[in-house]
């Protein structure tokens, strides 16, 4: 059964970083992306940014030019390298992965999710 686990979020002061990172476990054949949305309360969930096997990566506009997304490959690991963070970045966000496995050719996952506070 696949798995991804969000670590990394926590309370920031305006201006501030964090990274984020999502790791996958489990039988997976293939990846197709990894990326993460966001979910603030009140508001429907929204991608933030996602980069596919490739390494072609998008961006929501609210975050492009802050946010950078990667990856390793090999280890399954996303990374969301979070920069000049704003009060309005505050929300719940969340790992979301597309994976071929042994019982799905092409299924999407999701974390747990992780709190991101932007607050002083």
């Known amino acids: 059964q696949v798995q991804l686990v969000e670590s990394g979020g926590g309370l920031v002061q305006p201006g501030g970083s964090l990274r984020l990172s999502c790791a996958a476990s489990?039988?997976?054949?293939?990846?197709?992306?990894m990326g993460w949305y966001r979910q603030a309360p009140g508001k429907q969930r929204e991608l933030v940014a996602i980069?596919?096997?490739?390494?072609?990566?998008n961006y929501a506009d609210s975050v492009n030019g802050r946010f950078t997304v990667s990856r390793d490959g090999v280890k399954k690991i996303a990374y969301l390298q979070m920069n000049s963070l704003k009060p309005e970045d505050t929300a719940v966000y969340y790992c979301?992965?597309?994976?071929?496995?042994?019982?799905?050719?092409?299924?999407?996952?999701w974390g747990q999710g992780t709190q991101v506070t932007v607050s002083s």
């Open positions: 979301n992965a597309r994976f071929q496995t042994p019982a799905w050719a092409d299924r999407y996952y």
């Open positions: 489990g039988s997976i054949l293939r990846t197709y992306s």
């Open positions: 980069i596919s096997s490739g390494g072609t990566t």
